[in-house]
């Protein structure tokens, strides 16, 4: 129906050019009358089918014939050049028509070309979110298993009579540990919600570099015990102005990783320093190091690498996480390989410095 409207518009157009060329105006210029119908030819090429194009061409034609070459009236031409203008005028509109219907078609297929490509692109992504939630829910349910049954067989234990006074403390311990690690876990579902969401508030305040590390010390007790820390907190005078909460809950995701993959009889060294208007903390584990291809992929979400899979513990979470709380103050974290073995991560937060005679004041 709507190309039938078309074509119907330019026919009409052809004979409203006529009248008004004929009756109003009194053109008798061929090529401006020619150039004229050629443009309502085009314009129904691009906005119509070839056979429309076609059909106003012929239109066109016999117009252009009946009202404008002599003898004015009739279909018929007295003079060999008109059959010529008229000839050229026909091919012209049609091989014009054929180019524009070809144009349109082509960019018909590009755009058909460009809906394929964002279906795939739509399918790609829904396929990836797929296997997120598919690895997060594996996760969470390897992760949920395993500390809720730790606290099922020590409670169960601590009902037995005869249970001694350590054993009673020790499985208290146990007890005390799943749940903070559980506690631990559904932060890092919180705070993942909150990096998607955009929803993760900066507010900075003025600390020492010192209470940065003892927080995220603190956050992570549990996976830190057996570990031996050694901490290079830098000028306990400097006050800095950051956002200390954000700072503190990425170390500590950092420490967390660097205490999964240190070895039992190494320790853990972290460092801090101001560099110019940077806030720089170190942490280097003496672990198995991270394999070369892995480091592009280190802080996506979920990804474990080879010698993390060696582990029981751990979703994949962590360095995301650390990596999103520190982009949300316009910070970032970098990894690499220590030469003497191990990983190096390098924690890189902007600040304010605060004059050592303005703090004592």
């Known amino acids: 129906m709507r190309t039938w409207r078309r074509l119907s518009v330019?026919?009409?157009?052809?004979?409203?050019i006529s009248w008004v060329y004929v009756a109003w105006l009194h053109v008798t210029n061929t090529t401006t009358v020619a150039l004229t119908f050629l443009l309502v030819v085009l314009v129904t090429a691009a906005t119509s089918r070839l056979r429309d194009a076609v059909i106003a061409s012929v239109a066109a034609m016999l117009s252009f014939n009946f009202f404008f070459l002599p003898p004015v009236g009739t279909l018929t031409i007295a003079e060999p050049q008109n059959w010529v203008a008229l000839a050229v005028f026909l091919a012209v509109s049609l091989v014009?028509?054929?180019?524009?219907?070809?144009?349109?078609?082509?960019?018909?297929?590009?755009?058909e070309r460009l809906q394929l490509l964002e279906e795939r692109k739509g399918a790609e992504l829904a396929r990836k979110s797929e296997e997120m939630k598919s690895a997060l829910l594996a996760s969470l349910a390897h992760d949920l298993r395993t500390p809720l049954t730790a606290i099922r067989v020590a409670a169960t234990n601590l009902q037995a009579s005869w249970l001694t006074e350590a054993d009673r403390?020790?499985?208290?311990?146990?007890?005390?540990?799943?749940?903070?690690?559980?506690s631990?876990?559904?932060?890092?579902?919180?705070?993942?919600?909150?990096?998607d969401a955009g929803a993760l508030e900066s507010t900075r305040r003025w600390v020492h570099p010192a209470e940065i590390v003892e927080a995220a010390?603190?956050?992570?007790?549990?996976?830190?015990?057996?570990?031996?820390?050694?901490?290079?907190?830098?000028?306990d005078d400097e006050l800095i102005r950051l956002d200390p909460r954000l700072t503190a809950a990425a170390l500590s995701h950092v420490l967390e990783n660097a205490a999964q993959y240190a070895q039992s009889d190494a320790s853990i060294s972290i460092s801090v320093a101001t560099t110019g208007s940077e806030l720089n903390i170190r942490v280097r584990d003496h672990g198995p190091g991270i394999a070369p291809e892995e480091l592009p992929r280190l802080f996506d979400r979920f990804y474990r690498g080879r010698h993390a899979k060696r582990h029981s513990?751990?979703?994949?979470?962590?360095l995301s996480i650390a990596s999103g709380l520190l982009a949300a103050q316009g910070g970032r974290i970098s990894a690499e390989n220590a030469a003497d073995g191990g990983?190096?991560?390098?924690?890189?937060?902007?600040?304010?410095?605060l004059a050592k005679s303005e703090a004592a004041s």
């Open 10 to 16: 330019a026919l009409a157009s052809i004979a409203l």
């Open 169 to 182: 403390r020790e499985q208290s311990d146990v007890v005390l540990t799943e749940v903070a690690h559980l």
């Open 343 to 353: 990983a190096v991560f390098t924690i890189a937060v902007p600040v304010e410095h």
């Open 96 to 111: 014009a028509s054929n180019l524009s219907a070809a144009a349109r078609d082509r960019e018909a297929l590009a755009v």
């Open 184 to 195: 631990r876990l559904f932060q890092n579902i919180l705070d993942m919600a909150r990096i």
């Open 217 to 235: 010390r603190d956050q992570v007790q549990h996976a830190l015990r057996g570990q031996r820390l050694q901490i290079d907190a830098g000028d």
């Open 313 to 318: 513990v751990g979703t994949g979470m962590g």
